[in-house]
């Protein structure tokens, strides 16, 4: 039902009231000059109405995306009834769901806590439209409990023009990053604007999942303390490397070659680059170019490794302030998170992969001969083992190596004091529905459970481990512990799942890998040759560094 809200500073504006709920889609949160041009922060809302009734233009990115992002969780959901058409100076938009009060209205004095989520897809895909980062049935869970948010979903650029960079592009006044730019735009917007709604801007929670969870993460490298606390699934900040110059000049060449634009002069190439078909900007693209956060000394101020983020003491090369500012951080992985990295290349790797990886094993660790049979035994691959089992062991390896360690890295290195608090989860529930992955727990379910969108898709005992994942999360946004946090040597964790086991949620103090659902052989391996050299390893195999 359409319902009209009076913002003390917004002006007017027509949302969707249903079940407890107002939902705002599709304000526009910061302007464009043009698609490289660096975000404007929004301010102006002088037309005194604004129809926030429908989901805004994404960014641009390639059309049906979400199908694929369905099947990494292997079940469809219903699409709204007017899929936006995505737009490369229109996409810098947000929707807000509101709590109504007892009343049925708003309460703009009710100082709620904020949970502002960034998707994921890689940098190059995804969309705050999509129907499983749909925050209402969150929403519902909080009032329920008496301890109601309010929920955000973020647009932001991706791909080409929110991470294509060069000397040339900078040259002419075009930051690097966009996409991360567009991301605190978007929160210094929620900051302003949010008390109008009955929020709390000095309680913004932002989490992202993915490449959204690497992005969270990177707020904490931020001197300006956007949000109070941060939470990171599948993705930590060693989830990959911040990609250096030589690499973006590298891939600003192939884009340039393959747009046609390669006899132009710098000035003509920048003003077509402007100027381009917008479906050029994601069709003509070259598969497989990196366009991934890089190095800008800004945004993302260096590059960081398992010493430095696990050290206490601060790394100059790779400066976390938010150490200092940040009340509460919570980071979670999935028991084979890795499982995405199938999708995005080892599958293209068979037949042979065991073969392909035991030479890229031995090329990597040379040096190491005593590591290359620790690590080949330990995931017991050889020569011999069939395609799909040596497939999967890769992905347990990269996934441990990729997600698992990097949360303990963080966990050992953050302050961990009564007013910087660390908390870390596992998610084991496995996929119910049929695929290549049923019953693991692969990527992005998670947020599938936590957002709460697959409930009638769910069992009963499944829908348990997704209501407690719901209701500590809801917990954590509200600044209170949903489970101890992480002190001293051991690393005690939450872990969700698996209900086929009669798990729904526990806490289990010790952090031990087995009783976490978790194993010692990457840790293992890490304290033997360093763990920045075992990520070598995964990633010189996986996309050929």
Not at 227 to 252: C, D, H, N, Q, W
Not at 364 to 385: E, G, K, M, R
């Given at each position: 039902?359409?319902?009209?809200?009076?913002?003390?500073?917004l002006?007017?504006?027509?949302?969707?009231s249903?079940?407890?709920?107002?939902?705002?889609?599709?304000?526009?949160?910061?302007?464009?000059?043009?698609?490289?041009?660096?975000?404007?922060?929004?301010?102006?809302?002088?037309?005194?109405?604004?129809?926030?009734?429908?989901?805004?233009?994404?960014?641009?990115?390639?059309?049906?995306?979400?199908?694929?992002?369905?099947?990494?969780?292997?079940?469809?959901?219903?699409?709204p009834?007017?899929?936006?058409?995505?737009?490369?100076?229109e996409?810098?938009?947000?929707?807000?769901?509101?709590?109504?009060?007892?009343?049925?209205?708003?309460?703009?004095?009710?100082?709620?806590?904020?949970?502002?989520?960034?998707?994921?897809?890689?940098?190059?895909?995804?969309?705050?439209?999509y129907?499983?980062?749909?925050?209402?049935?969150?929403?519902?869970?909080?009032?329920?409990?008496g301890?109601?948010?309010?929920?955000?979903?973020?647009?932001?650029?991706?791909?080409?023009?929110?991470?294509?960079?060069?000397?040339?592009?900078?040259?002419?006044?075009?930051?690097?990053?966009?996409?991360?730019?567009?991301?605190?735009?978007?929160?210094?917007?929620?900051?302003?604007?949010i008390?109008?709604?009955g929020?709390?801007?000095?309680?913004?929670?932002?989490?992202?999942?993915?490449?959204?969870?690497?992005?969270?993460?990177?707020?904490?490298?931020?001197?300006?303390?956007?949000?109070?606390?941060?939470?990171?699934?599948?993705?930590?900040?060693?989830?990959?490397?911040?990609?250096?110059?030589?690499?973006?000049?590298?891939?600003?060449s192939?884009?340039?070659?393959?747009?046609?634009?390669?006899?132009?002069?710098?000035?003509?190439?920048v003003?077509?680059?402007?100027?381009?078909?917008?479906?050029?900007?994601?069709?003509?693209?070259?598969?497989?170019?990196?366009?991934?956060?890089?190095?800008?000394?800004?945004?993302?101020?260096?590059?960081?490794?398992?010493?430095?983020?696990?050290?206490?003491?601060?790394?100059?090369?790779f400066?976390?302030?938010?150490?200092?500012?940040?009340?509460a951080?919570?980071?979670?992985?999935?028991?084979?998170?890795?499982?995405?990295?199938?999708?995005?290349?080892?599958?293209?790797?068979?037949?042979?992969?065991?073969?392909?990886?035991?030479?890229?094993?031995n090329?990597?660790?040379?040096?190491?001969?005593?590591?290359?049979?620790?690590?080949?035994?330990?995931?017991?691959?050889t020569?011999?083992?069939?395609?799909?089992?040596?497939?999967?062991?890769?992905?347990?390896?990269?996934?441990?190596?990729?997600?698992?360690?990097?949360?303990?890295?963080?966990?050992k290195?953050?302050?961990?004091?009564?007013?910087?608090?660390?908390?870390?989860?596992?998610?084991?529930?496995?996929?119910?529905?049929?695929?290549?992955?049923?019953?693991?727990?692969?990527?992005?379910?998670?947020?599938?459970?936590?957002?709460?969108?697959y409930?009638?898709?769910?069992?009963?005992?499944?829908?348990?481990?997704?209501?407690?994942?719901?209701?500590?999360?809801?917990?954590?946004?509200?600044?209170?512990?949903?489970?101890?946090?992480?002190?001293?040597?051991?690393?005690?964790?939450?872990?969700?799942?698996?209900?086929?086991?009669?798990?729904?949620?526990?806490?289990?103090?010790?952090?031990?890998?087995?009783?976490?659902?978790?194993?010692?052989?990457?840790?293992?391996?890490g304290?033997?040759?360093?763990?920045?050299?075992?990520?070598?390893?995964?990633?010189?195999?996986?996309?050929?560094?």
């Amino acid at each position: 039902m359409r319902t009209a809200y009076k913002h003390k500073d917004l002006g007017e504006v027509h949302g969707n009231s249903n079940d407890g709920v107002v939902q705002f889609l599709g304000l526009k949160y910061a302007s464009l000059k043009n698609r490289f041009a660096a975000p404007s922060l929004l301010t102006d809302y002088s037309s005194g109405q604004i129809d926030a009734t429908k989901f805004g233009p994404p960014p641009v990115s390639p059309v049906g995306a979400i199908n694929n992002e369905f099947g990494f969780i292997q079940k469809e959901l219903p699409l709204p009834p007017d899929v936006p058409s995505h737009s490369d100076i229109e996409g810098l938009n947000l929707n807000i769901t509101v709590p109504r009060g007892k009343n049925g209205d708003i309460d703009n004095n009710a100082k709620l806590p904020v949970h502002v989520f960034v998707h994921g897809g890689g940098f190059a895909v995804g969309s705050s439209w999509y129907p499983h980062y749909d925050p209402a049935p969150l929403v519902r869970i909080s009032i329920e409990k008496g301890k109601p948010i309010i929920g955000v979903t973020i647009n932001y650029r991706l791909g080409v023009t929110g991470f294509m960079t060069s000397k040339e592009l900078r040259s002419a006044g075009y930051k690097a990053n966009n996409g991360f730019h567009d991301q605190r735009t978007a929160l210094q917007w929620v900051r302003r604007y949010i008390g109008g709604f009955g929020g709390d801007p000095e309680e913004i929670t932002v989490s992202g999942e993915s490449a959204g969870g690497f992005s969270a993460l990177m707020l904490l490298t931020s001197g300006e303390p956007l949000v109070k606390r941060v939470l990171s699934t599948g993705g930590a900040v060693l989830l990959f490397k911040p990609i250096p110059e030589a690499v973006t000049e590298m891939s600003y060449s192939k884009i340039i070659e393959a747009f046609g634009l390669k006899d132009k002069s710098p000035e003509e190439r920048v003003q077509a680059l402007l100027s381009l078909p917008i479906d050029d900007l994601w069709q003509k693209v070259p598969p497989g170019t990196p366009l991934i956060p890089s190095v800008d000394n800004d945004t993302v101020p260096g590059v960081a490794t398992f010493p430095g983020v696990s050290s206490q003491s601060e790394d100059p090369t790779f400066p976390l302030p938010g150490r200092k500012w940040c009340s509460a951080v919570m980071i979670g992985d999935s028991k084979l998170d890795g499982n995405i990295l199938a999708y995005m290349g080892l599958d293209a790797k068979l037949p042979n992969i065991a073969a392909q990886f035991i030479e890229s094993v031995n090329g990597t660790l040379s040096d190491h001969p005593d590591a290359i049979s620790t690590l080949l035994s330990a995931y017991n691959i050889t020569p011999s083992s069939k395609d799909n089992e040596a497939l999967l062991s890769i992905l347990r390896f990269g996934t441990e190596i990729s997600f698992y360690a990097p949360s303990l890295a963080f966990a050992k290195g953050w302050p961990r004091t009564k007013d910087n608090k660390f908390f870390l989860y596992h998610f084991n529930e496995g996929i119910p529905w049929d695929g290549k992955f049923k019953g693991e727990a692969g990527h992005i379910l998670d947020v599938a459970f936590l957002f709460q969108n697959y409930n009638e898709h769910l069992s009963d005992k499944q829908k348990e481990v997704a209501r407690a994942y719901g209701e500590d999360i809801i917990e954590f946004i509200n600044g209170n512990d949903p489970w101890p946090p992480v002190e001293g040597e051991q690393y005690g964790a939450r872990v969700y799942g698996p209900s086929s086991e009669g798990i729904t949620a526990q806490y289990v103090a010790s952090g031990n890998p087995a009783e976490v659902g978790r194993h010692d052989r990457v840790l293992k391996l890490g304290e033997q040759i360093g763990f920045d050299l075992v990520m070598d390893v995964f990633q010189n195999f996986a996309f050929g560094r």
